[in-house]
């Protein structure tokens, strides 16, 4: 079974900051796109951003300007810097790799914005 790996999540004040990590086994890394979505308490599911092999990436309105997804190819690692947390942004985030109708699924992490 494919394993996406995150960390990162954790306790945040309103207008902090934090920075989730995936790792995809290299196999998965190299033809997948990469992304990240969350789910807030009583809440669907909701994609965040997405980043192809090429490094083209693309944002959630309600995360332009705060939210940056980026890759580091030689450790198979995608990343989401978030910044000016708000308390809207309490959720379980999750990673993401996709492939046509294929989707893997990390574990999720839980991020909390408060004071």
């Known amino acids: 079974q494919v394993q996406l790996v995150e960390s990162g999540g954790g306790l945040a004040q309103p207008g902090g900051s934090l920075r989730l990590s995936c790792t995809a086994p290299?196999?998965?890394?190299?033809?997948?796109?990469m992304g990240w979505y969350r789910q807030g308490p009583g809440k669907e599911r909701e994609w965040i951003a997405s980043?192809?092999?090429?490094?083209?990436?693309e944002y959630a309105d309600f995360v332009k300007g705060r939210f940056t997804i980026s890759r580091d190819i030689y450790k198979n690692t995608v990343y989401l810097q978030m910044n000016s947390l708000k308390s809207e942004d309490t959720a379980v985030y999750y990673c993401?790799?996709?492939?046509?109708?294929?989707?893997?699924w990390g574990q999720g992490t839980q991020v909390t914005v408060s004071s």
């Open positions: 993401n790799a996709q492939r046509f109708d294929n989707n893997i």
């Open positions: 290299a196999r998965i890394f190299g033809l997948f796109a």
């Open positions: 980043i192809r092999n090429s490094g083209h990436a």
